[in-house]
């Protein structure tokens, strides 16, 4: 069963920056996609980024030109680095695998808090 390990939360003030990991067990290679969601108290968990199995990525148009997706397919690791953090940011983030077959799997999530 493949896991999936989600670090680099925390608190940061608004303008401020963090990069997200997620460490999967399993190639993020032979898949078809990657991507991050987040999740914010009272509100349906929603698409931030996707990275393809041929390297395609799409952004919400909420984190366009603040947030980058990337992989290091060497280390099955994705990452999420954003920048201009606004507090609508806040939620906890999610890493999710979706495989060639269609099975999806996800982590456990990691908060992430913009605040003064």
């Known amino acids: 069963q493949v896991q999936l390990v989600e670090s680099g939360g925390g608190l940061v003030q608004p303008g401020g920056s963090l990069r997200l990991s997620c460490a999967a067990s399993?190639?993020?290679?032979?898949?078809?996609?990657m991507g991050w969601y987040r999740q914010s108290p009272g509100k349906e968990r929603e698409l931030v980024a996707t990275?393809?199995?041929?390297?395609?990525?799409n952004y919400a148009d909420s984190v366009k030109g603040r947030f980058t997706i990337s992989r290091d397919v060497a280390k099955n690791t994705v990452y999420l680095q954003m920048s201009s953090l606004k507090p609508e940011d806040t939620a906890v983030y999610y890493c999710?695998?979706?495989?060639?077959?269609?099975?999806?799997?996800w982590g456990q999530g990691t908060q992430v808090t913009v605040s003064s």
């Open positions: 999710k695998r979706l495989s060639l077959e269609g099975a999806i799997t």
């Open positions: 399993r190639s993020i290679f032979s898949i078809n996609y």
């Open positions: 990275i393809t199995r041929g390297g395609s990525t």
